[in-house]
Each structure stands twice: as structure tokens, then as C-alpha cells.
């Protein structure tokens, strides 16, 4: 059985400072995924990565895929209280229907 | 959202009655999925369906069945419902080589 370890589960800073999260596991990926989701909605998709090494920027986030394809990383920089929310990483296998791994969740508030 | 839509979106039921969840897409999409998210779990797939009538099982699939008869609909059934199985249940659709998209959850209750 694939896992993702998912750390922190929770997380609660200040605005302005910087945070990362992080995604591991012993089991190789095809793709991860990391989705965030509001109360009372499904998680919606923030990005992709595929390749080992990939970085991906959407804006203040940016998100690293390992050279193995184990392990992922969020960084947010200069954090807003409009990033407040939950983040999960999803991890695909690598053939078949996709079936998504999920880790834990980090449950991120940014004070103002 | 737009193009999957879960019904109902909460429920509350006894120990040992059945319960059919519903989860309908207007996308045309080849593959759907059941997850359960709970505390400390995040999303676990129950089951997912590559087909109509061609369905399989996921990581927490013993007490739940499904069932595809059209590709627009997807049911999740629980034959007679534990309080185990509270949680909020999410559907999930995918067209070939995209990610998947999900619905907005049902919160159901057992009590």
C-alpha cells in the first residue's frame, strides 16, 4: 500500500512569514498533485508536477517535485490571510486508472 | 461545480438502513471515483469506475458497493450503514490525461 506522510498537520503563522509543507513517502509517483479546499467544498487542484526536480510557481506558492518522484514540498512566500485553508498532496500511480494517495492535510491559518 | 454534482449534499441515518449516494457529471468523462475524507486520513478511495459496468474496488472498499449503469451517474451504496461510516464522501471525475476534478461532498451522519 502506497502512503504519503503529510507535515505539518497544522500550521499557524503570521502574515508576512514564509512556511513550508511537505509530502513524503517511500513509493515512487507517476505525478503528484496538490489540492487546496475550503470548508464545505471539494479540494480543487493547484498544480501538477510529473517530472523528478520539477519546481512549479503560482505566484507566492512554489512547488517542488523530488528528483526520485517520493517526495514533494509547498513553499509559500510572504503568506496572506487569503491562504488560509486546507492543503493535501496527492501522490498518482504510475499506470492504470490513476488512482490518487492522499497525505494527511495541513491545516494552514495566517493570522493577520 | 460545474460538471459534477453529488446528491444529497448531507444525511442523517440509523445503524443498519442503506443509503445510496449519487454522483452525476455533465462532462463525459471516462473515469469516476468514491473517496471518504476523515480526520487525520485525508481522502481514501473506496471505489472508482474506468467504464459503464466496470467498476473496482479501492484501499477502504469492505461495507461499500457501486454501481454504473450510464456514464453520466455513479452510485455509492451502503448496504446496511455503521456509524463507522460516517464521514463526508467525495466524487471524483477525470477525462483521459487530466487530473481529477471533485465534487462539493456529502456529509452523512449515522447514528
Known amino acids: 500500500t502506497q502512503l504519503l506522510e503529510q507535515s505539518p498537520q497544522f500550521l499557524s503563522i503570521q502574515e508576512g512569514e514564509n512556511l513550508t509543507v511537505y509530502c513524503n513517502s517511500s513509493?515512487?509517483?507517476?505525478?503528484l498533485q496538490w489540492y487546496r479546499q475550503e470548508p464545505g467544498e471539494g479540494p480543487v487542484l493547484l498544480v501538477t508536477v510529473v517530472t523528478g526536480g520539477e519546481v512549479k510557481k503560482l505566484k507566492r506558492l512554489t512547488f517542488q517535485f523530488g528528483d526520485a518522484r517520493k517526495d514533494s514540498s509547498l513553499h509559500i512566500t510572504a503568506a496572506q490571510p487569503g491562504d488560509t485553508g486546507l492543503y493535501l498532496c496527492?501522490?498518482?500511480?504510475?499506470?492504470?486508472?490513476?488512482?490518487?494517495?492522499f497525505g494527511q492535510g495541513t491545516r494552514l491559518t495566517i493570522n493577520p | 461545480d460545474a460538471g459534477i454534482t453529488q446528491s444529497p449534499r448531507h444525511k442523517v441515518t440509523e445503524t443498519g438502513t442503506p443509503v445510496t449516494l449519487r454522483c452525476h457529471q455533465t462532462?463525459?468523462?471516462?473515469?469516476m471515483y468514491w473517496y471518504r475524507q476523515d480526520p487525520g486520513h485525508g481522502l481514501r478511495l473506496i471505489h472508482y469506475s474506468y467504464g459503464v459496468k466496470d467498476t473496482d474496488k479501492g484501499e477502504v472498499s469492505d461495507g461499500y458497493s457501486v454501481s454504473r449503469s450510464k456514464t453520466e451517474d455513479f452510485l455509492l451504496t451502503l448496504e446496511s450503514a455503521t456509524s463507522s461510516q460516517t464521514s463526508v464522501y467525495f466524487c471524483?471525475?477525470?477525462?483521459?490525461?487530466?487530473?481529477?476534478?471533485f465534487g462539493d461532498g456529502t456529509r452523512l451522519s449515522i447514528l
Open positions: 496527492a501522490g498518482s500511480e504510475i499506470q492504470g486508472a490513476q488512482k490518487l494517495v
Open positions: 513509493s515512487v509517483f507517476s505525478s
Open positions: 471524483a471525475i477525470r477525462g483521459s490525461n487530466q487530473p481529477q476534478h
Open positions: 462532462e463525459n468523462h471516462r473515469y
